[in-house]
């Protein structure tokens, strides 16, 4: 549209040019003539007539042009008001737009402001109750009820209260919360779980207490239910908590991630830097134990913890069962970890731990085990599980023989080689060379057979020829030995000298792990050997995957490095190839340049 103001003979003429069909796309303002859409009620209606004149005159002299100027600012102030109108408008809509928004967090005031069960069922009438306000009403009450402050009547018939639990998920069935019956028994937050599915529990975790998240893991371990998405919410919220664990707490998490496998490395960060604070004040051995145990089957090394733990024990000992005692030295044992009062320790406890004390035999025999892992181990102790009516008491009634465990044959394998190896002028009993114990199966896990089958693989470039590599050993000490080669001064491969007329079963990079070379490494043949001799240098080669090392510490685990002592105590220097620092997946220049290496330091020294 255009419009011009004319002179004609004192007149003026205004021209004023339309077109009704405006292209959409145009940027020019609207004018009078075109209707307005109000943006709500309280907005001032404009109604304008649609000119389709092409011209128009106005018949007004010039001594008018006052009054017509006049009337021009009067529609401007129009316009203005009626712009003001519209902004106003927009901003009221704007307004009730926040509304919600401080309902809901009022509504999160009201819920953790409640007193009784009635002022929070009546929160559930409201219209702007969500899941997670109703997750968030029904865990205060689950925590109530927990407590002893209500009864399970006084709300289980409720018709608001089963309207939050459909509101969470399935709802409860006919009516009667059994699900919640038992939750409240148990205290915990199944009912929570139970009403909703994984998925959801897991994002609603963060509207919750710690106490109540604590609870809800320690369910999870109860009921052996891994749920993968709520743990990980669980333990994500939990490790970034500001509010110290105390020590109930700490055990709790710990035996719930020991019981469900799931380590989580923050929350374990974050539960073991609160233990160290709370572990002097306690005066309860149950919950000492229950922690030891736990971060034995985590295999999480804490030297900080662990020595706060020792301490505890060396001052309370006279309290303290003889299990908790039994759990302090396996778990000492499984991260091999010596405390720096070792020698005060094993003098206060091995009193307070005798075969007498403990349950059974194979509790006697970790304890063993355990001594020498951590090289406390006496004549007597090794003598004691040795014992051929000793390995009777071990074997179990299974179909109508009486068979021994694969672990428990593993630990006395490591002793028997521990006697002939580790303790000087041992003259007690030995594992007879015909005992069921030697035929103990030994197996690897896929990923270490990978690994192992890289290292050798990498060896093959190394050396000339299979001749001067043996792979695949059993050593007939309770572990496979990966690799042994021999080295001269100079670093030169020598080949492997051929042990005894027994059958041996050369085996390669390719071959199946259940295809070993049986030819022992005789503990008896090679006592008081050196690793050096005249003929070369023998490498035994130990691969260590992840069920090797500790967590938390990037160190071998106490089986692992007792399998590299008794092989030093063999005559073999070992070469440890961790898979922290060997990558399979690296080119094959980069691996062969590690392991030549660290082959030449092993020879000439560092």
């Not at 089957?297 to 000992?317: F, G, I, P, Q, S």
Request: some cysteine; glycine content about 4%; hydrophobic content about 40%.
């Amino acid at each position: 549209m255009m419009i011009r103001y004319v002179p004609w003979k004192g007149w003026r003429v205004l021209f004023r040019i339309s077109n009704p069909m405006q292209p959409s796309s145009s940027s020019a303002p609207a004018t009078v003539g075109l209707r307005l859409t109000p943006c709500s009620e309280s907005t001032t209606k404009v109604v304008g007539t649609s000119v389709d004149v092409s011209s128009t005159v106005v018949s007004a002299p010039e001594d008018q042009t006052h009054d017509t100027s006049t009337s021009e600012s009067k529609s401007v102030h129009v316009v203005n008001e009626r712009k003001s109108s519209i902004v106003a408008a927009a901003f009221a809509s704007l307004k009730r737009v926040e509304v919600p928004k401080k309902s809901t967090q009022s509504l999160h005031e009201s819920i953790s402001a409640a007193d009784s069960v009635e002022s929070l069922l009546s929160i559930a009438e409201s219209p702007l109750v969500s899941r997670r306000h109703a997750l968030q009403i029904v865990s205060q009450l689950a925590d109530w009820t927990a407590s002893g402050h209500v009864k399970l009547s006084d709300f289980e018939t409720d018709t608001r209260f089963l309207k939050l639990c459909r509101l969470l998920g399935r709802g409860l069935p006919h009516g009667s919360p059994t699900l919640w019956k038992e939750a409240s028994g148990n205290g915990d937050l199944a009912v929570v779980l139970g009403v909703t599915g994984e998925d959801k529990a897991a994002k609603l975790v963060a509207g919750i207490s710690l106490s109540q998240m604590i609870r809800i893991m320690s369910s999870l371990a109860q009921k052996q239910r891994r749920s993968t998405p709520l743990l990980r919410s669980l333990a994500f919220n939990l490790a970034r908590q500001r509010e110290k664990f105390n020590i109930k707490d700490c055990a709790d998490l710990l035996y719930a991630m020991a019981t469900l496998n799931f380590p989580d490395d923050l929350l374990l960060e974050k539960t073991c830097g609160d233990l160290c604070e709370c572990v002097e004040s306690n005066h309860r051995p149950a919950v000492i134990g229950s922690i030891l145990t736990s971060l034995g089957l985590l295999r999480y090394k804490n030297t900080e913890v662990l020595d706060a733990l020792v301490d505890w024990v060396v001052c309370h000992v006279d309290v303290c069962r003889p299990h908790d005692l039994t759990a302090l030295l396996l778990t000492l044992a499984t991260v091999f970890h010596t405390p720096s009062n070792a020698d005060h320790l094993f003098n206060v406890i091995l009193p307070h731990v005798t075969v007498q004390d403990l349950p059974s035999p194979s509790a006697w025999l970790d304890v063993v085990w355990s001594l020498v892992v951590l090289e406390q181990a006496a004549t007597q102790h090794v003598a004691s599980v040795l014992d051929p009516n000793f390995c009777i008491k071990l074997s179990v009634d299974t179909d109508g023989k009486m068979r021994m465990n694969v672990a428990s044959k593993l630990k006395l394998l490591n002793i028997n080689a521990a006697a002939q190896l580790k303790i000087p002028g041992y003259k007690g009993p030995l594992l007879p060379s015909d005992s069921d114990v030697h035929s103990v199966p030994l197996t690897r896990s896929r990923e270490k057979q990978l690994l192992v089958a890289s290292i050798l693989d990498s060896f093959s470039n190394l050396l000339p020829s299979a001749t001067y590599l043996r792979s695949n050993i059993d050593t007939g000490m309770g572990f496979l030995l990966d690799g042994e080669c021999m080295l001269d001064s100079n670093c030169n491969p020598l080949p492997v000298p051929v042990e005894s007329t027994m059958s041996r079963n050369f085996g390669s990079e390719k071959m199946p792990a259940s295809s070993f070379d049986k030819t022992p490494v005789s503990p008896s043949r090679v006592r008081g050997s050196r690793c050096a001799t005249n003929k070369g240098t023998r490498i035994g080669i130990l691969a260590r995957d992840y069920r090797d090392m500790c967590r938390g510490s990037p160190e071998p685990n106490g089986v692992a490095a007792l399998s590299a002592k008794l092989l030093e105590c063999a005559g073999y220097r070992v070469l440890c190839v961790p898979h922290t620092k060997y990558n399979p997946r690296e080119k094959l220049l980069q691996r062969v340049q590690y392991l030549d290496q660290h082959l030449k330091s092993l020879v000439r020294g560092p």
